[in-house]
């Protein structure tokens, strides 16, 4: 049962261009959904997070835009770079904390040069 | 600066042997848990635990053991290794309470079954 549900499971990007992961999830009862970035041979480690109660957040280059009523939320990366290269996964857990994350299937980022 | 210290790296086991993966965290993180990625399929929550003596079952428990004697370490352990059971693991750990937690991720342990 996969109750966060990550698209594409792959996508390559120019430099400087916008990437756009898109994520779908299930339970309503979820209520933090961060997003984790995993270089090669690593772990993952979290990027950004967004609670349901705004629709936006922007860190720097990376932006969560959340739509409560549909259930979604997506990852934008702009002026991607070479070093953006990564693997994206979604997750999504209660109460606010990281305890029992429900992650996404993962997308393979490829930032050309 | 520690972090989520996880051993083996690597790891070749024959089906039907037994192993035990460590990690260790030294944030002094109430919660510790077990995932396993595999390929299309995202990380997967093995087991978990929200402190010394307390474990719990995640997604995907079958074929595996875990417990927790101290705040700091979280065994896994693989009691007959089977096929299905090559995958990437990977320990996290976080504090138990508090909005917007942080979980760390250790490095990984690739096992591989045969």
């Known amino acids: 049962q996969q109750q966060v549900k990550q698209s594409p499971q792959s996508l390559i990007v120019q430099k400087g261009g916008i990437s756009i992961i898109n994520c779908a999830y299930e339970n309503t009862a979820f209520d933090y959904f961060p997003w984790y970035q995993q270089f090669p041979g690593k772990g993952p480690a979290l990027l950004i997070a967004?609670?349901?109660?705004?629709s936006e957040k922007k860190e720097g280059r990376f932006t969560i835009s959340f739509n409560k009523s549909a259930k979604q939320f997506s990852l934008h990366i702009m002026d991607s770079q070479p070093g953006d290269s990564a693997t994206y996964f979604c997750a999504a857990t209660f109460s606010g904390s990281a305890r029992q994350l429900t992650f996404g299937s993962g997308t393979q980022l490829t930032v050309l040069p | 600066n520690a972090g989520v210290t996880q051993t083996p790296k690597f790891q070749v086991l024959k089906t039907g042997q037994s192993m035990t993966l460590q990690c260790a965290q030294d944030?002094?993180?109430?919660?510790m848990s077990w995932y396993r990625q595999d390929p299309g399929m995202g990380l997967r929550l093995i087991h978990y635990s929200v402190g010394a003596g307390i474990t719990d079952q995640g997604e995907v428990p079958n074929g595996y053991n875990v417990s927790r004697s101290t705040t700091e370490d979280f065994p896994l352990r693989l009691l007959s290794a089977a096929p299905s059971q090559t995958s990437v693991y990977f320990c996290?750990?976080?504090?138990?309470?508090?909005?917007?937690?942080?979980?760390?991720f250790g490095q990984g342990t690739r096992l591989t079954v045969v």
């Open positions: 996290a750990s976080s504090f138990l309470t508090g909005s917007n937690s942080e979980a760390f």
């Open positions: 944030m002094n993180h109430e919660y």
């Open positions: 967004i609670r349901p109660d705004v």
